[in-house]
């Protein structure tokens, strides 16, 4: 359940927003200062059958959840949203809307502050090898058609990294030294966001893919992948067209699709 709806503009984004000239993402924003977690919310949205592409977003989410059930700790100072989505693409292409988000959020992060990142299949944003954006796409679909996407996006901006997570993420000010503009990333998430979302909503999976691999380096890298009851070794070959690994193992070639991933 939602814990409080307090409905403030922390962002001061409303007007600004009006102005993205998106075709379908942030059409509709909801801010929040304090919220369970806003995949949770943007749930709630979708059983009242809520337009493309609308926007959750918060400032402290004290519920915030990451994959395979893990806490997503997000104090003040982060970017913490979720884009709904209804794309009519198959639901076997649904790894691609995250390729498109990470694609869109890395892009966004170049244009604000000049930094480059990597993405690590399937999901995280890495700067200094450490974690600085983390996506939870939540996918409902029958077997043939995808009935609603949201997708979670967690960016380390100005909020402090907690003490034990030092080792392995990272927040974007740490890096530039200075706090970062929330509204200009948000905003320019929110754009590219739309762009490759058009082009995905066009079956330009070709597009999404080549941009994602000129972010990622793990084309010929020896890794073994924890899926919940796999464990997978090989290298990687390539990533195909719906987002899967193509792994050669002893055993020959496979494909996978979800896991955590460990360079060797
Ligand atoms: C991961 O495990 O790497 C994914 C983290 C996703 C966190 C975001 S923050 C906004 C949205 N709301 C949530 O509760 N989770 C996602």
């Known amino acids: 359940m939602v814990e409080k709806l307090t409905h403030n503009n922390f962002l001061d984004m409303d ?21 369970q977690s806003t995949n949770l ?23 915030g959840r990451g994959r395979k059930n893990r806490t997503w700790l997000s104090p003040s100072g982060g970017l913490w949203f979720s884009v709904i989505l209804y794309p009519d ?15 869109s959020v890395s892009k966004a992060i170049k244009e604000v502050t000049g930094l480059k990142t990597e993405i690590k299949w399937p999901n ?58 929330r509204d200009k990333l948000f905003k320019s998430i929110l754009k590219n966001f739309d ?23 793990i084309i010929g890298k020896k890794v073994k992948i924890i899926e919940e009851k796999n464990v997978t070794e090989g290298v990687v070959k390539d990533i195909d067209d719906n987002g899967y690994i193509i792994l050669k193992t002893i055993s020959g070639k496979k494909r996978v ?6 360079y060797l």
């Open 15 to 35: 007007k600004k927003t009006n102005n993205l000239k998106t075709k379908i993402i942030g059409k509709k924003i909801y801010y929040f200062d304090k919220i």
């Open 41 to 63: 919310y943007a749930k709630q949205l979708i059983d009242e059958k809520i337009e493309d592409g609308t926007v959750v977003i918060a400032d402290v989410q004290t519920g």
């Open 89 to 103: 693409i198959s639901p076997r292409r649904g790894m691609v809307i995250t390729m498109a988000a990470s694609i």
């Open 124 to 181: 995280d944003i890495l700067i200094k090898n450490k974690k600085v954006c983390g996506i939870l796409t939540e996918l409902n679909a029958d077997l043939n058609k995808i009935n609603y996407t949201i997708v979670g996006i967690g960016l380390n901006v100005n909020n402090k990294i907690d003490k034990q997570l030092n080792e392995i993420a990272i927040s974007l000010k740490q890096v530039v030294g200075s706090d970062v503009s």
């Open 195 to 217: 762009i490759n979302y058009f082009r995905l909503k066009n079956n330009d999976f070709k597009y999404i893919k080549k941009t994602w691999l000129t972010y990622s380096n």
């Open 257 to 262: 699709l979800n896991g955590d991933v460990l």
